[in-house]
């Protein structure tokens, strides 16, 4: 038979119930808005019930703990998207940087050269005119300083994107080493409390392992002793407790390159994240322009000088070169510059006479015929503009696309473990009525007690 | 699906429809749907090239306005010329009728030589400072007054010039002949001498390129002197020889009523169009000299009425003077056709500069009646995702709960 003693009992069970979700709701209200929090959930079980022979009586509630709520496969989704983003996210940024300098304005290359060719055309129709030679000239050199500073514009945001590479390296390294140092921790609390589920730990393990990911793409396995993450290649960066750091190292061309541990040159496997993406743009994108920017320069400096060399200026001498240009291609774009400065050396002429415009065709039809390349200058250009807009455009549309989907996928998370404070505030009247009813069955037990202890007095 | 927090989805909403207001706000306010290249970069990297085309479209239109008047100057010169040749016909004619008088011949002769004077004034017409008919050689006037005798400056009887006089190499002596109407050009040679120079004078006159007759001798003053001895046509000579020291008439030689083409007869050219060029100039000698023959027929002319020759040689004169005129008809054929070619090209460049920039248009332009429709469209879109915001946004449980009960 149930006593007033196990009443209290079970009264109190309750009381300590009600105040463990008093407590969780506290501490999730608390954390609503605490970046990585998972919410908790208290966790009650029915006390077994005693066998009395007769009957089975209840024995009330246990309060056995708190437990995050948590979708591992989610989160291992968002780290993938992070990644992709934050790549994404590098490459627009630069290649956006980079978009003024081939938009069509009064001093981009494509303007620049047609103005060239409109001067040499202008000159046909007063090849002695020291005005319009002049014009030439100023044209020349417009296109050149147009290549300096379209070359000039990617090879400072390579430096940039370069200088993030050893950003990003350190503040990788620094992750993984608190990534690490929190394994023990969270192997032994699991250890300790199976009911938990990691807590504010793994939590916080979480929240690191996703700023890694926003800054490189990562492979993250769970294992007896905690996390373990390599790079996209299998790399290793966190091994239980241990971490491996990551180093840059410059090349010849002054490029940081990333070495793992071991030394290893593991640069081009890095495709994603804010390093991924900012190599690869370092690298693939602007390097393939600077490429091409410097193809078209040179061969197009070539074109001209040889133009120049099968003429006279108007001192009857075979013309000198129009443009200096580095004899490598590389750096043609940078190095490109007026030869001539005196207009009359200008070689117009294809007899030696001043009055001859005989070699100005020639020039023209430089405008007209394929360079080595195989494209015509006009069209080698406009081959640079849509590679510029095609790869920022490519960037733009990841960018929104994985931001898109993060959003979708944060909202699934925050389904299972963000907190709702309608919810929390639904939770805290709930408990509060039952801490309140327990009180009340304490109380009503104390008054039975003092009843019974007063049945020996009479009044 | 358990719904925890709106405030994520309402801000990934709001800069969407931020977004998308902002392109809509840029293409009204640009009038362009492709501003960057990565907006459409197909359609940018067309464009660079369709404004490639538009410069070039430009400039053979410039070219043509700076052409057309040029060459009206030069086609308006030879109207004069035809003009001056017809009046000298017409007075050929009456210096034919075998009663006229030697007096009335010679004053004929003058007039005839009035005529031959605005043909050669017209023959040096210029157009801002470039004259027409010398060919390239257009910066200085191309028919010269011939003279019989050119000496050198330099040279004296102390120190006369010989045939072993080194000449400086590179240096260019130039010979206009006015009778042959061609020209001797002799460019020194590292180790050449006035004897080489000599030389060469001999082969062009036994070519016919010069007068025979036409020598080159030290004279008395110790000056290289280049002469030709024939009564009715002179030489133009020129040097930039430093030895020399240029080349200059001797007073007195004169030869009147001859001329000699100091142009060349290299022709320019300009583009006008991305196929079509036109000659930017006429050379000279094909209209005056060797081909029309126009200066010597009034030369030839002039000396038969100064000399009161038998009317069957006026005659022939006169009739001489009646093919060059309708030699140069058909010598300024050509450059009527540039004429009209041009005027026609001009219209088409016009037509030209509209396809083109209708092709610009289409490919960055915005359709402007769809980007107003756009912009009302984001502008609803955005006040409607800030008013969803406002809605939903205080909308909690607690502000039910906090309510003063009754």
Redesign the interface.
């Known amino acids: 038979m149930a006593s007033l003693t196990s009443a209290l009992s079970i009264a109190m069970q309750a009381l300590q119930a009600a105040d463990g979700g008093l407590q969780v709701t506290n501490n999730n209200i608390s954390n609503a808005n605490t970046p990585g929090y998972t919410r908790q959930q208290v966790v009650l079980q029915e006390t077994t019930p005693a066998d009395n022979g007769d009957f089975v009586a209840g024995e009330g509630v246990t309060f056995v703990g708190y437990q995050s709520v948590r979708d591992e496969l989610v989160m291992a989704q968002i780290q993938s998207q992070t990644s992709a983003q934050s790549g994404a996210n590098a490459s627009l940024a630069s290649l956006q940087q980079i978009q003024p300098t081939f938009t069509t304005s009064t001093t981009d290359i494509g303007t620049e050269m047609s103005a060239l060719f409109s001067s040499l055309s202008s000159l046909a129709t007063d090849p002695t005119s020291s005005a319009s030679r002049q014009a030439v000239l100023t044209a020349g050199q417009n296109l050149a300083t147009a290549f300096n500073t379209a070359s000039s514009t990617l090879t400072s945001q390579q430096a940039t994107l370069n200088t993030q590479v050893s950003q990003d390296v350190t503040q990788i390294n620094q992750l993984t080493q608190q990534i690490a140092a929190l394994n023990p921790e969270i192997v032994e609390q699991n250890a300790n409390n199976t009911v938990e589920n990691g807590g504010a730990l793994q939590d916080q393990q979480n929240q690191l392992i996703q700023q890694l990911s926003a800054l490189t793409n990562v492979a993250i396995t769970q294992t007896n002793n905690g996390v373990t993450i390599s790079t996209g290649n299998g790399t290793a960066l966190v091994v239980g407790p241990q971490s491996f750091a990551l180093q840059t190292s410059a090349g010849s061309n002054g490029a940081e390159a990333v070495l793992d541990s071991n030394g290893n040159d593991i640069t081009k496997t890095l495709t994603s994240g804010d390093l991924g993406g900012t190599i690869q743009t370092r690298d693939q994108a602007i390097g393939g322009l600077l490429t091409q920017l410097n193809t078209l320069a040179n061969q197009f400096a070539n074109a001209f000088n040889s133009v120049q060399a099968s003429g006279y200026d108007q001192n009857g001498k075979p013309g000198q070169n129009f443009f200096t240009i580095p004899s490598a291609v590389s750096g043609s774009a940078a190095g490109i510059q007026m030869n001539i400065t005196d207009p009359a050396l200008l070689a117009a002429s294809s007899d030696g006479t001043a009055g001859s415009d005989g070699n100005l065709a020639n020039f023209a039809a430089v405008q007209k015929n394929a360079l080595p390349s195989g494209q015509t200058p006009a069209d080698a250009y406009s081959s640079i503009v849509y590679q510029v807009g095609s790869l920022t455009a490519n960037a733009n549309a990841e960018s929104s696309g994985t931001t898109a989907s993060l959003t979708q996928l944060n909202d699934q998370l925050n389904s299972v473990s963000g907190v709702s404070i309608d919810e929390e505030s639904a939770n805290l009247i709930t408990y509060q009525n039952a801490y309140e009813a327990a009180a009340r069955v304490i109380s009503t037990i104390q008054a039975l007690m003092t009843a019974t202890m007063s049945m020996d007095t009479p009044g | 699906?358990?719904?925890?927090?709106m405030v994520?989805?309402i801000e990934?909403s709001m800069q969407q429809s931020q977004q998308a207001l902002a392109t809509a706000e840029m293409q009204v306010a640009t009038g362009l749907r492709v501003?960057?290249?990565?907006?459409?970069?197909?359609a940018?990297?067309?464009?660079?090239?369709s404004?490639?085309a538009s410069?070039?479209v430009?400039?053979?239109t410039?070219?043509v306005d700076?052409?057309l008047p040029?060459l009206q100057t030069a086609d308006s010169a030879i109207s004069q010329v035809t003009s001056a040749l017809n009046t000298a016909i017409t007075l050929g004619t009456q210096g034919a009728n075998g009663s006229i008088t030697a007096a009335q011949r010679s004053s004929i002769a003058t007039e005839v030589a009035g005529a031959l004077t605005t043909v050669i004034a017209q023959a040096n017409a210029s157009y801002?400072g470039?004259y027409l008919f010398?060919?390239?050689?257009?910066?200085t006037p191309p028919f010269v007054a011939a003279s019989s005798t050119y000496n050198s400056v330099n040279g004296s009887a102390a120190h006369p010039l010989s045939a072993s006089t080194a000449l400086t190499a590179g240096s260019v002596t130039t010979i206009s002949d006015a009778q042959t109407g061609d020209t001797f050009t002799f460019t020194a040679k590292a180790g050449d001498t006035i004897g080489a120079l000599q030389t060469a004078l001999a082969t062009a006159v036994s070519a016919g390129t010069l007068t025979a007759g036409t020598t080159a001798t030290i004279n008395s003053s110790g000056h290289l002197s280049i002469a030709t001895n024939s009564s009715t046509a002179g030489i133009v000579v020129s040097s930039n020889d430093a030895v020399l020291g240029s080349m200059s008439a001797a007073s007195g030689t004169a030869v009147a009523n001859t001329y000699a083409y100091v142009g060349?007869s290299?022709v320019?050219?300009?583009?006008v169009g991305d196929t079509l060029?036109v000659a930017?100039n006429v050379a000279g000698n094909n209209l005056f000299t060797t081909g029309s023959n126009v200066i010597g027929a009034l030369t030839g002319l002039i000396s038969a009425l100064q000399n009161n020759e038998t009317s069957v040689q006026i005659g022939a004169a006169t009739t001489a003077v009646s093919t060059a005129l309708s030699s140069i008809g058909q010598q300024r054929v050509p450059l009527d056709n540039s004429i009209s070619e041009m005027n026609s090209q001009e219209s088409y460049l016009g037509q030209e500069t509209v396809t083109l920039t209708t092709q610009q248009d289409n490919l960055v332009g915005a359709n402007m009646a769809v980007a107003a429709t756009n912009l009302a469209q984001a502008q609803t879109q955005n006040q409607a995702v800030l008013a969803v915001a406002a809605k939903v946004m205080p909308q909690?449980?607690?502000n039910y709960?906090s309510q003063p009960s009754a």
């Open positions: 699906m358990r719904v925890t927090n994520p989805d990934y501003n960057r290249p990565s907006d459409d970069p197909a940018a990297a067309n464009d660079t090239v404004l490639a410069a070039n430009d400039q053979f410039s070219n700076a052409l040029q801002s470039v010398g060919g390239s050689a257009s910066s060349n290299t320019n050219t300009a583009q060029t930017t909690t449980l607690l709960l």
